[in-house]
């Protein structure tokens, strides 16, 4: 998919609002908004988790905890 112009200002326009939310969170709570970027970083790395383990599912990459093999009954 090529990056047209709509694509950026589009991107512009939500990230602007993001940090929006964010300064007005503020307001109400004691979180400055020096770290509104977190809640994206946060985001991407929570949906991350599900990519990862549907991915190590699939491919039989399987899962270790404590120097063990998991496996998947099914």
Do not use: D, F
């Not at 929570?46 to 099914?74: D, Y």
């Amino acid at each position: 998919m090529p990056i047209t112009w709509l694509t950026i200002c589009l991107s512009i326009i939500v990230i602007w609002q993001h940090y929006n939310l964010r300064r007005l969170g503020a307001e109400i709570s004691e979180c400055p908004t020096k770290y509104w970027w977190l809640g994206g970083l946060g985001g991407a790395l929570v949906a991350a988790m599900p990519i990862a383990s549907a991915i190590k599912t699939e491919t039989g990459w399987g899962w270790t905890w404590r120097g063990r093999a998991l496996q998947i009954k099914s």
